[in-house]
């Protein structure tokens, strides 16, 4: 889904990683092998994780910087096809990189504030992996450079890996004997479904057995997310003007000085599309080697930190939405970013984002806020695509767009709608549709059928007041 660019990381990484090893040099090892298992699309039953893994900080040979390997992995692979090994090779190539961003410029620390953040990983098949990382100064006297805990998944849920990391940071804490046994036994938990919870049994020296609940959220369009800091970096009208920007799939630039608001936010921009997916290059947070990403010709949303403001500034760009979060401004723009949706239905979503805001407490309650208004405006401009999906016998479907977009009675919303459905957002939405004889039962689905009802009980009373 995240595109051309982090696919061609995939491939541009040949060579395999070293032996796991931890900072005195001591190779690692895990009471016991893992089996093999393929992991199916976002779903109930999966496994939580394929690999978690340690990347600290090497000196170069006779330089002064240094460079990020992978010294830990959990678990270890063996009897894999040629093929899954390759991909191994590539995948446990590129991780490192996402994992230190920021350069090769590193300097002992004695005090490091830990950050939490997550990249996105596409292989060449399509097929995505997220990186979940906690980057924190390890325990110890003295000096001492940073390392990540990184649990590499097929799930998008950065709530509940966020928690996970946090047991995995209190286990780090004692020794890395003791991370094993509980992502063991986290690896052979099933992952639960929408609203279910999984609880972990965990022994823990001097603190003797721990029982650890994992909930997943009941709506999961939204449990990748955290709109917060969205929120704390841009107004409503910035936020409104960045979700415009993507629906027509335009270059879009975030910076920031943390990783976390740069991976928290972009995953925000993204999300606000539900339930279409971005379908171009997406990095959270782009490696310094990869900057010439926003020289791109094709729609990207990615994040820079901000020490690579001015590189980014220098680049060679067209039409691109520069958003500074620290500042929150607009560096550059195209400058109709106002203009791109219908004036009435982008009232609407201002209205409702400013109401009663002040009173949500839970990220939840925040998460829903946020995202209910920009999905009520795609059940409004888009939401009755099904009626306009002819089937054959065999239940194939076709479908038809220039009666779909007549079906709009609003001058505005057929003007937005017809550049929309040229857009792959939709196209890819409407090709999986096409595919599916009856429409997907989900929240975007609810709430198609909820807009429709409120229309049914409209008509009658204007009909009784003519």
């Known amino acids: 889904m995240e595109g051309q660019v982090v696919g061609r990381v995939f491939r541009l990484f040949r060579r395999r990683a070293g032996p796991p090893q931890d900072n005195s040099g001591e190779a690692l090892k895990e009471p016991e092998r893992a089996q093999e298992h393929s992991l199916p699309n976002f779903a109930g039953g999966q496994h939580f994780f394929e690999y978690l893994l340690v990347v600290s900080l090497k000196k170069k040979h006779s330089q002064d910087d240094y460079e990020p390997i992978i010294t830990y992995q959990f678990p270890k692979r063996e009897n894999l096809l040629r093929g899954q090994q390759e991909e191994e090779e590539r995948l446990l190539k590129a991780i490192p990189l996402f994992c230190f961003p920021d350069g090769n410029e590193w300097a002992s620390l004695t005090e490091y504030p830990r950050e939490t953040f997550s990249f996105v990983l596409t292989n060449v098949d399509g097929s995505r992996k997220i990186g979940y990382c906690r980057r924190l100064l390890p325990a110890g006297p003295g000096p001492r ?224 806020h946020v995202s209910g208004p920009f999905v009520q405006f795609f059940v409004k401009t888009v939401g009755h695509y099904a009626s306009y999906i002819k089937r054959e016998a065999n239940g194939q479907g076709h479908f038809q767009e220039r009666p779909f977009c007549k079906a709009l009675t609003s001058k505005t919303n057929r003007r937005f709608v017809k550049k929309f459905v040229k857009t792959q957002l939709f196209s890819l939405f409407i090709q999986e549709a096409e595919k599916s004889k009856n429409p997907p039962a989900g929240y975007f689905q609810q709430k198609i059928l909820e807009y429709e009802e409120q229309k049914k009980q409209k008509k009658p009373r204007g009909k009784t007041v003519k």
């Open 145 to 368: 450079l940073p390392k990540v805990y990184c649990i590499i998944s097929c799930i998008g849920c950065f709530g509940l890996f966020s928690k996970i990391l946090d047991e995995v940071e209190k286990r780090h804490q004692i020794s890395m004997a003791v991370i094993y046994p509980f992502m063991q036994g986290l690896r052979e938990a099933a992952f639960p479904a929408p609203g279910k919870t999984v609880t972990l049994k965990s022994f823990i020296p001097d603190s003797g057995t721990e029982f650890i609940s994992l909930t997943r959220p009941l709506d999961s369009h939204l449990e990748h997310v955290d709109f917060s800091s969205l929120l704390h970096c841009l107004s409503f009208e910035q936020i409104l003007q960045i979700f415009a920007s993507a629906v027509l799939e335009r270059k879009i630039i975030f910076l920031a000085e943390g990783l976390s608001t740069l991976s928290q936010c972009i995953h925000a921009a993204a999300a606000l599309l539900y339930p279409f997916s971005w379908a171009h290059t997406y990095i959270p947070v782009v490696p310094e080697s990869l900057l010439a990403t926003v020289c791109c010709p094709t729609p990207f949303m990615v994040g820079v930190q901000m020490r690579f403001q001015q590189e980014v500034m220098d680049s060679p760009m067209e039409e691109v939405l520069l958003v500074n979060l620290c500042e929150g401004t607009f560096l550059m723009s195209v400058g109709d970013e106002k203009d791109i949706l219908p004036p009435k239905l982008q009232d609407g979503i201002l209205d409702s984002l400013g109401q009663g805001i002040n009173e949500l407490k839970t990220a939840e309650q925040i998460n829903e």
